[in-house]
């Protein structure tokens, strides 16, 4: 029972725990997720409530635990802000306009506005007319066998043909004359426009097409930048992000608080039930040996069913009657401790092992009837139990409840982390042929046993699936370029049947800070795109272009690479470099 003292602590803890929710300082929803400071908050304040709780016990109200938590973590961790009322956070929108700001920045620091009129000037003089009166020379073949040259002022030009001096030459005899072709455009400037028209159009269709693909590239790095900047703000402002929100960490701790006592209540109630499972199984333990009796005879067995169910039901109807919030543990010790205390009333005899006595003449079975019995129920109990089995593997939903513990902790693994477990499963007509596709991976090998071993830390292997045999090979090291490898390979061998497979894993990838590298006045990158390997090789390729070798192994040397089969590359006119896991190479 609940005392009114208590009743009225909790609703005051509760009342308290809405207010500070609704009313407290420093809310922010949906900003970014927080980084490690955030998790070594939360991880203290779990462990100082845990202790509180341990402390003062599990009915203790929420101020008062919040209160010895709060002083001892600002011991702990001085450099959180500890006032009542903290700086605004961040917002996400925030953010967002600093990284638009931050994009829109660098973008025209690097791409300025076109002057379109030099760009037109550039046009005029890589494709000049000739005005008349202008002094020309021209090759020209009036005689196939004999090229002739003539120099003087131009006087103009027919549809066919052009006046040098006083000489007219066919446009077709200066085209005979092999690279005449910018030549003869001189001659023609309605030509001539049009070929600087096309040069300031791919100018300017270039310099836009450039400029859209480093803004694109710009956005998402600044983007990540400005969010990474506002978490780090806010940690720095006293706040934690806890489901979904920044808050104060005033505002945390009794919402740390009541998830930990929801999870303890939770945790007893399933012991309560575990235990009065364990009961229930032993009482009808019980009745089957009262029904033997009644079917083999009370003479048969030497102890008393009628008893032992008596003695069972009074165990039962006191574990009813104890307080629900105390463990069944601290129960039974508290039960022993009265009985030993007390020294009075008869000690309950321990019930003497059922054993079968010899059947007397006058009643009862033969032991070898009880014998036949007693096979005859095992055996049955055995076929249902199979029956059960059967029909369980029959269920294509049960995949992952098989027979084998490697597979079951291999899917259950799985599915407890499936944003870093990650895996390829084919099925194949035979054992024989479900174990050749592991050997086809470049990473597992036969070893010189016959057994298979992998060079990665992965889980691998192949088992009995509804007729056929499944091959699986995964594990949280399963980095892209692995995966890749068993995605492509499998599928493809003879007979193979898709099972399940992952989706792909992330790329561990730490390029440069852009906002730091662009405004480097004496490096010149840019991002070309990404591309898969070819063939045999399974990496993801980064390809950046560079202006200069300086530059592009500068880029590279800031560069983060952690993942085997991840590269970054970069192409210079001097050459190409490259960046793995084993560091900087050239190709």
């Not at 703000?233 to 920044?246: C, K, M, P, S």
């Not at 089995?389 to 407890?416: I, T, V, Y």
């Not at 479900?434 to 057994?451: K, N, T, V």
Request: hydrophobic residues 40%.
């Amino acid at each position: 029972m609940i005392s009114t003292k208590d009743l009225r602590r909790r609703v005051w803890g509760a009342l308290l725990t809405a207010l500070l929710c609704v009313a407290g300082s420093g809310v922010c929803r949906g900003v970014t997720a927080g980084s490690e400071v955030t998790e070594r908050r939360l991880g203290l304040i779990r462990k100082l409530v845990q202790e509180e709780l341990d402390r003062q016990g599990p009915d203790a109200g929420v101020f008062g635990v919040s209160k010895a938590v709060l002083t001892e973590f600002f011991k702990q961790e001085p450099d959180c802000p500890s006032g009542v009322t903290l700086a605004e956070p961040t917002t996400e929108e925030e953010c967002r306009e600093a990284a638009r700001q931050l994009a829109k920045e660098l973008v025209a620091k690097r791409f300025p506005d076109l002057d379109e009129a030099a760009i037109a000037a550039e046009a005029a003089k890589k494709f000049p007319v000739f005005a008349e009166g202008d002094i020309v020379e021209v090759d020209f073949r009036l005689n196939p066998a004999r090229p002739e040259h003539i120099r003087g002022p131009y006087e103009g030009r027919t549809a066919n043909s052009v006046v040098i001096g006083r000489r007219q030459i066919m446009v077709a005899d200066i085209a005979a004359i092999k690279g005449n072709e910018a030549l003869l455009a001189m001659f023609d400037a309605a030509r001539s426009e049009q070929l600087r028209r096309e040069y300031v159009d791919g100018k300017i269709n270039g310099y836009t097409e450039a400029k859209e693909k480093y803004s694109e590239s710009v956005r998402a790095a600044a983007r990540r930048n400005c969010y990474l900047k506002g978490t780090q703000q806010n940690e720095e402002r006293g706040y934690v992000f806890l489901d979904g929100t920044w808050r104060g960490v005033r505002d945390a701790v009794p919402l740390v608080l009541e998830a930990e006592r929801t999870a303890r209540l939770a945790e007893r109630k399933r012991r309560a039930e575990e235990a009065a499972a364990a009961l229930q199984k032993e009482a009808a333990a019980v009745s089957v040996a009262e029904t033997a009796v009644s079917v083999l005879g009370p003479s048969t067995l030497a102890v008393d069913p009628e008893a032992e169910l008596a003695d069972l039901t009074a165990r039962m109807a006191a574990r009813k009657t104890e307080p629900q919030g105390e463990a069944p543990a601290e129960n039974e010790a508290k039960t022993g401790g009265t009985e030993a205390s007390a020294g009075t009333g008869p000690s309950t005899p321990v019930p003497a092992p059922v054993e079968l006595a010899p059947a007397p003449d006058e009643g009862g079975l033969p032991w070898v009837l009880i014998v036949v019995l007693a096979i005859f129920v095992l055996g049955s109990a055995g076929g249902v139990a199979f029956a059960f089995m059967r029909q369980r593997a029959r269920d294509p939903h049960k995949f992952f409840e098989s027979h084998g513990r490697l597979e079951r902790n291999f899917w259950a693994l799985a599915e407890a982390d499936p944003a870093h477990f990650k895996y390829v499963a084919y099925r194949f007509p035979t054992m024989e042929e479900a174990r050749g596709a592991l050997l086809h991976l470049s990473f597992i090998s036969e070893g010189p046993d016959g057994q298979l071993k992998c060079s990665r830390e992965l889980e691998f292997g192949f088992y009995s699936h509804q007729g056929k045999w499944v091959s699986f090979v995964g594990g949280a090291d399963m980095h892209y370029a692995l995966w890749r490898e068993a995605s492509a390979i499998l599928p493809e061998l003879p007979q193979a049947e898709y099972f399940r497979v992952s989706t792909a894993p992330e790329v561990q990838l730490e390029v440069p800070d852009i906002e730091q590298l662009l405004r480097d006045e004496a490096l010149n990158i840019e991002h070309v795109g990404n591309r898969e390997g070819e063939g045999n090789d399974y990496s993801q390729y980064y390809v950046y272009r560079a202006s200069d070798k300086r530059s592009a192994l500068e880029f590279l040397k800031r560069a983060n690479v952690s993942e085997a089969g991840v590269h970054v590359v970069v192409e210079t006119p001097e050459g190409t470099w490259g960046k793995d896991e084993n560091g900087i190479y050239e190709e």
